[in-house]
């Protein structure tokens, strides 16, 4: 018998939605269990404002994991320096939400806990403190090394399309000046080894069909509409095809995800950010898992952000904060010893 995972789960931004679906989701029964890395003081007084019938505890790792008990949530206490005030972020709270990253991702790399789901950070304020934050993709692959390859899937809870739809990000969170100096050869070759191996690895894909978008309109139409497919992606895709690697590409994004094009593809690998994003999340946000492979840690994120508008209202959903962790559960049982 598989032995029950412990998630560390952080509500990220303060002010944002994120304590509030955490609380939610410590509602429901789930078949793990999960630890929230967060104010205990903020958690108790956020419940108590919005009626959340919830008991907050410090976490005790001396605990045998088991599922999650609905109405408890587990905390490993991290206070928060000033007031939190929904809806309006604190550049003084910032070293607390990166405090609460940085104990998650230990706990993930002992044996007290398998797995981070995070919830969403506020980047500018985060910025505005003095502390370089690009996203947490990057934060956790500076913290734990590794080559980290976003990729957003919706197969923990699809409900608005009937197909299984993974998009994989070349590269993440940059200007979209800045991507095409970073499309080098040597980075489809990692990126794509990342995603060949943990699709075989971690998701069970005896042989994973991979399709990779161009970088320009029409995929540079022959080169007319620009270099990089005959130049660079082409060529790298040819000599990971000779590693044995399934490929196909480089496509035209704006084809690739026609309805029933996707169903024979076990991924698709977008160039930049936005050019594969909002296709899937159109299809089904609010169910879409955010999993960063190529760590020697699971991590999976929610699929939106700190809605600052809506915080401390009661409304915000946690779907996609209990996708999140399921996808991280689920992931548990395909990962590598930490001993390795």
Same mark, same amino acid.
């Given at each position: 018998m598989q032995p029950v995972p412990r998630i560390a789960v952080t509500p990220g931004e303060p002010a944002g939605i994120g304590p509030e679906i955490v609380l939610k989701l410590a509602q429901q029964a789930l078949a793990f269990e999960i630890v929230a890395v967060a104010s205990k003081v903020l958690l108790e007084s956020l419940a108590r404002q919005l009626r959340i019938d919830v008991s907050v505890s410090i976490f005790n790792p001396e605990d045998i994991p088991a599922p999650h008990n609905p109405g408890q949530l587990k905390v490993v206490d991290i206070p928060v320096p000033n007031q939190v005030i929904p809806g309006e972020p604190d550049v003084e709270n910032s070293n607390y939400v990166i405090e609460t990253q940085n104990t998650a991702i230990v706990l993930a790399r002992t044996d007290v806990g398998q797995a981070v789901a995070t919830g969403p950070v506020q980047k500018s304020i985060i910025n505005e403190a003095g502390i370089f934050f690009s996203g947490h993709t990057e934060f956790f692959a500076e913290r734990t090394g590794g080559c980290p390859v976003m990729l957003l899937s919706n197969e923990m809870g699809s409900t608005g399309t009937a197909q299984v739809l993974r998009v994989a990000l070349m590269t993440t969170h940059l200007a979209v000046a800045d991507v095409p100096a970073q499309i080098t050869v040597q980075r489809i070759e990692e990126v794509l080894g990342v995603l060949h191996h943990d699709l075989i690895n971690r998701f069970g894909i005896e042989n994973p069909h991979i399709s990779v978008c161009g970088l320009n309109p029409h995929a540079g139409e022959d080169g007319h509409l620009g270099s990089e497919e005959k130049e660079i992606i082409g060529p790298a895709l040819d000599r990971l095809r000779k590693q044995g690697l399934q490929l196909e590409g480089p496509i035209p994004a704006d084809t #690739?995800?026609?309805?029933? /094009?996707?169903?024979? *593809?076990?991924?698709?690998?977008?160039?930049? @950010?936005?050019?594969? !994003?909002? +296709?899937?999340?159109?299809? &089904?946000?609010? /169910?879409?898992? /955010?999993?960063? !492979?190529? !760590?020697?840690?699971?991590?999976? %994120? +929610?699929? @939106?952000?700190?809605?600052?508008?809506? #915080?401390?209202?009661?409304?915000? &959903? #946690?779907?996609?904060? *209990?996708?999140?962790?399921?996808?991280?559960?689920? !992931?548990?049982?395909?990962?590598? %010893?930490? %001993?390795?």
């Open positions: #690739a995800f026609a309805r029933g /094009n996707p169903c024979t *593809r076990d991924v698709i690998v977008v160039m930049y @950010h936005d050019q594969g !994003l909002p +296709v899937i999340k159109y299809g &089904d946000f609010g /169910n879409i898992v /955010n999993v960063t !492979l190529g !760590l020697p840690l699971i991590r999976t %994120s +929610v699929d @939106h952000g700190t809605a600052l508008d809506i #915080a401390g209202q009661g409304i915000a &959903d #946690a779907g996609s904060i *209990r996708v999140a962790a399921e996808m991280a559960a689920k !992931l548990t049982a395909t990962a590598p %010893s930490k %001993s390795a």
